[in-house]
């Protein structure tokens, strides 16, 4: 919401704006700025990792990411929640969506 705020401003009244804080703001009060950076490596990991039942190696995952400007602890740490919640799964230095009856 700050950051968007501030977009807001910048194009409606033509000032320049800028957040007062770096954390991201939601309805639900402010998220740290290093959770919402997980947040969104994981998403854009999920959409990298698509094919149910391809293979994505590791190092080749970790090129797309770092390209996408995240860092390699960003990219290690989304991977290990993504895949403690069963959502990936690890062949070795591959990576690729966990298939669950009725569930990708």
Do not use: H, N
């Not at 402010?30 to 990991?45: D, F, H």
């Not at 590791?58 to 400007?69: F, H, I, V, Y």
């Not at 960003?74 to 990576?95: C, D, F, K, V, Y």
């Amino acid at each position: 919401m700050t950051r968007g705020f501030t977009e807001y401003v910048r194009r409606r009244l033509g000032l320049d704006a800028k957040p007062l804080t770096d954390a991201e703001e939601t309805i639900s009060g402010t998220v740290p700025e290093q959770e919402g950076r997980l947040k969104a490596c994981r998403s854009q990991l999920l959409s990298l990792i698509r094919i149910p039942g391809f293979t994505y190696s590791t190092p080749w995952l970790m090129r797309e990411m770092a390209a996408r400007g995240f860092t390699r602890r960003e990219i290690e740490e989304a991977i290990r929640r993504l895949t403690e919640e069963g959502i990936l799964e690890q062949e070795g230095t591959e990576m690729k969506l966990a298939w669950r009856e009725g569930k990708v």
